[in-house]
């Protein structure tokens, strides 16, 4: 019942968000939000959170005429843009659906199936999606586009949180294909809103890249109905012989393509071009965390071999991503970077498949994405507020929003420090890779890279934290104020940042000691720079070596070469195809 | 309670140790070299000093990474989660690299920047070290390290590596290219004084406290090796001090990153065959 609501009411939002004027489309858009945060909370504390249904067959009827549509549209675009990868892949997808369709075995499964990942899922969705709904309807208003394509905006983000909630409650992967295909249009019509040529350029790739994704599911598709006979995950799962992974393996490059891992990171990246609410709303409540959610829905088919190798491939993608981060400038494509790698490692967790990896994996999902929305919000705030894209340029912002430095310090610790979410995410991946080792030494692969990768990560972000504080001591910068629709949603999220500080006191992942001293010592230093601030001691200039000259301070990058760029992808690549080849053989 | 008492002191046991290293090494040098209580005499002139100040941030963030850095100490000392602890040591270099950006001074960045690249280099060899106790004894937990046998024979191409990251924390050559002093003027300390500067001072002595701790987990319950360890290997790291030149800063993580993955490896991969 409630996953019906969840996936019907956003679809009526959508289209109150449409014709209401601003006023009153603000207003609903906050009720609305409020009730399917409200409802997705109540889920989780339902009785019965677990079910499964099948759909009538007039559903299935009307979900391939749509299907069909979809990729029709996709091949238009692709003629329209002239875009040869785009018809291609759409032309790839209309035969192979053609094939599934014609094939289609009549035995019937349950079409919904809503378990406790799911009801995890949802809140993630409902509730960081929501936020980010809210912060957009500000965000927009100050952007140069007309009154209804404002609306179609907002409407836009409810539509996707509804496939969201859909996706996550299907059993059956033809209708999670199409709905996999939604995303993408999703992600297509966000990512080139302004309409600008680069805007254009960008989602036309990322609609040919998450193109790929859906071959590889419709190629699980067709070897699952040859081999197996069926169009469920469950039967599938059921019926799964250690011989024959094919349909899995697909199943398992689709999440990577939808979690921009490497060779298919362009996407996401390129996907910057778009207004800041977009980027939020990818990263980290919808489209790139269903690659770590597939992953968490196959991961009882994989065993040894593919077990193993979408480990390593995931940690590769952990590692590498880090290391592409650190040459970049440009604030959100930090961010989309470590989006990146941290989806790597949840497909790692999850391909483990070990209970304790596969709550690691639900702990990272949750608290990546209240994080990453944190941090994209404040992206926004330092674009429309402060003019700011680049990391280089936010020298002494500390003086001029002091909320805004402490929600992107808090942010980043989040996703590094204890006692927060992620690390015990981490923590508890390292456990789950070192029991690993003992029993297969190639997992002292993913090891290394987890190791260099999580230093990195550390490293990248307190190299922009850094950046926040270097001011000049003679310089006064203005204060600016921040509009409450911004403030607002980052406030909640921080909240939520804190009720996970208390969900995990409650689990006892660390021993209390352990748990509390981080966070006193969190606390105690925002605490001590709001009393000491030493009126009375003796202000100086820094020591410059007797040298007048002015220096201006940069950071520090790594540029990696294109050559080894190249070779990070071939690698990247070849290693998918080693994937496929060992599935074979 | 003993543990307690160790916590308190650790400070001044760090003290002593480096006050006995300056003596050693002026004598490895042919110098009668400072009284051993010396960096207390040090310590007792930098409280009277006028101080001053660059900026708020800056002086809080070097007190504050003092502070984290004792409890680092205090958790081994206690026994707890030895990776915890390896993270939790990480943000203390995090709080002083935080504190080097914050001031802008050439040479505090300088050695932030350094501080932040000699980071990469040693925190995935503790990691892997702190993996490789894991599987020998089931647990991360320091007390059960403590409880069971020495490790130090499975473990020694990991305790080869962790030799070598030794200098580089304790800022010894070759591997002291994050403090090269008549280069970079003492790299994140140069913009602290008087009182502000006795807390990176006694920082350092934790360093030691920290280090030559995580040495001792190598010897288990086996107290004389324990001893043994740490006697060798201060000699040993000095000995290396005195005798050799600098690295490159380059070279540095080259050297730790490439030599020390590669043995950690070949250590795992050999433990998970036993």
């Keep these: ?585 | 309670m003993m543990e307690a008492f160790f916590i308190a002191v650790a400070p001044l046991l760090g003290g002593l140790l480096y006050g006995f290293e300056r003596v050693l090494r002026a004598r490895m040098q042919n110098r009668k070299g400072p009284p051993l209580l010396q960096p207390f005499y040090d310590m007792y002139k930098l409280i009277g000093k006028q101080a001053f100040i660059v900026n708020p941030y800056h002086s809080i963030l070097g007190i504050v990474y003092f502070i984290t850095l004792w409890i680092v100490v205090a958790f081994i000392i206690l026994g707890e989660n030895l990776l915890y602890i390896i993270f939790l040591h990480l943000l203390s270099v995090v709080f002083l690299i935080l504190a080097g950006f914050s001031v802008r001074s050439v040479y505090s960045h300088i050695g932030a920047n350094r501080e932040l690249l000699a980071t990469l280099a040693y925190e995935p060899v503790l990691v892997m070290m702190a993996v490789g106790f894991f599987m020998i004894n089931g647990s991360f937990e320091i007390s059960a390290i403590r409880a069971n046998a020495s490790s130090i024979i499975p473990l020694f191409l990991l305790f080869l590596t962790f030799l070598m990251i030794i200098p580089v924390k304790l800022k010894k050559s070759p591997f002291n290219a994050t403090e090269a002093h008549q280069e970079i003027i003492g790299g994140v300390e140069v913009e602290y004084s008087g009182v502000f500067f006795e807390f990176m001072y006694m920082a350092k002595w934790l360093e030691y406290v920290f280090i030559y701790l995580l040495l001792m987990l190598f010897a288990g319950d086996n107290i004389a090796l324990g001893t043994a360890l740490f006697i060798g290997t201060f000699l040993l790291v000095n000995l290396v001090d005195n005798a050799t030149a600098r690295v490159k800063m380059r070279d540095l993580i080259k050297i730790v990153l490439t030599l020390g993955i590669v043995l950690g490896t070949v250590n795992l991969i050999g433990l998970s065959y036993v």
């Design chain 1, 1 to 585: 019942m409630t996953t019906a609501i969840l996936i019907i009411a956003p679809l009526l939002f959508a289209l109150a968000a449409l014709i209401a004027p601003v006023m009153i489309r603000n207003i609903l858009t906050i009720l609305f939000v409020i009730a399917l945060s409200a409802l997705s909370l109540g889920n989780v504390f339902s009785f019965n959170t677990s079910f499964a249904f099948p759909l009538p067959n007039s559903f299935h009827e009307l979900f391939i005429l749509l299907d069909t549509l979809l990729l029709l549209y996709f091949l238009w675009r692709g003629i329209v843009a002239k875009n040869a990868l785009v018809m291609l892949f759409a032309l790839v997808q209309i035969v192979l659906y053609a094939v599934v369709v014609y094939l289609s075995p009549a035995v019937v499964s349950s079409d919904i199936f809503a378990d406790h990942i799911s009801s995890v899922m949802y809140l993630v969705i409902n509730i960081v999606g929501g936020m980010i709904i809210v912060y957009a309807l500000k965000y927009i208003e100050s952007e140069e586009l007309s009154r209804f394509k404002k609306n179609g905006f907002i409407a836009i983000l409810f539509f996707f949180l509804s496939v969201m909630n859909f996706i996550v409650s299907t059993n059956n992967i033809e209708i999670f294909f199409l709905l996999f295909e939604l995303t993408t249009l999703c992600s297509y019509l966000l990512i080139g809103y302004r309409g600008d040529e680069l805007s254009v350029k960008n989602a036309l790739q990322a609609l040919w890249m998450n193109q790929i994704g859906g071959v590889a599911i419709l190629l699980a598709l067709v070897f699952s109905i040859l081999e197996y006979n069926t169009l469920y995950f469950d039967v599938l799962l059921a019926n799964i012989d250690e011989i024959y992974l094919l349909p899995v393996v697909f199943l398992a490059i689709a999440a990577f393509v939808k979690g921009a891992s490497i060779p298919f990171d362009k996407w996401l990246i390129g996907a910057m071009v778009a207004p800041t609410p977009v980027s939020a709303i990818l990263h980290s409540a919808t489209m790139v965390k269903i690659a770590p959610y597939l992953m968490l829905k196959i991961f009882p088919a994989m065993s040894g071999f593919l077990s193993l190798g979408v480990t390593l491939f995931g940690t590769f993608v952990f590692f590498t991503a880090t290391l592409l981060a650190l040459g970049k400038d440009y604030f959100k494509e930090i961010l989309g970077y470590s989006t990146i790698a941290l989806l790597g490692l949840m497909m790692s967790l999850a391909a483990i498949g070990t209970p304790e990896a596969v709550t690691a994996c639900l702990i990272l999902i949750m608290f990546h994405a209240v994080s990453k929305a944190l941090l994209f919000l404040q992206a926004g705030v330092l674009e429309k507020s402060f003019g700011l894209k680049y990391v280089d340029d936010i020298d002494g912002l500390v003086e001029r929003s002091p909320l805004t430095v402490l929600f992107i310090i808090v942010g980043f610790a989040s996703l590094t420090l204890p006692p927060f979410g992620v690390f015990i995410g981490k923590f508890m991946a390292i456990e789950s890779i070192s029991k690993e080792i003992i029993n297969n030494p190639f997992y002292t692969f993913a090891l290394i890279f987890l190791a260099l990768g999580s230093t990195l990560l550390t490293l990248l972000y307190f190299k922009v934290v850094a950046k926040l504080f270097a001011k000049d001591v003679d310089v006064k910068p203005l204060h600016v104020k921040i509009s409450k629709f911004y403030t607002v949603p980052s406030f909640l999220l921080l909240a939520l940042l804190f009720v996970g500080i208390y969900m995990i006191f409650l689990s006892h992942f660390l021993s209390s000691l352990e748990f509390v001293v981080p966070l006193v010592l969190i606390v105690f230093v925002p605490i001590l720079f709001a009393t000491l601030l030493f009126k009375n001691a003796h202000r100086v200039k820094e020591y410059n070596c007797g040298e007048k000259d002015e220096s201006k301070l940069g950071m520090y990058y790594f540029y990696l070469s294109d050559a080894l760029k190249k070779g990070i992808n071939t690698a990247a690549a070849l290693s998918l195809l080693v994937l496929i080849a060992g599935v074979l053989l």
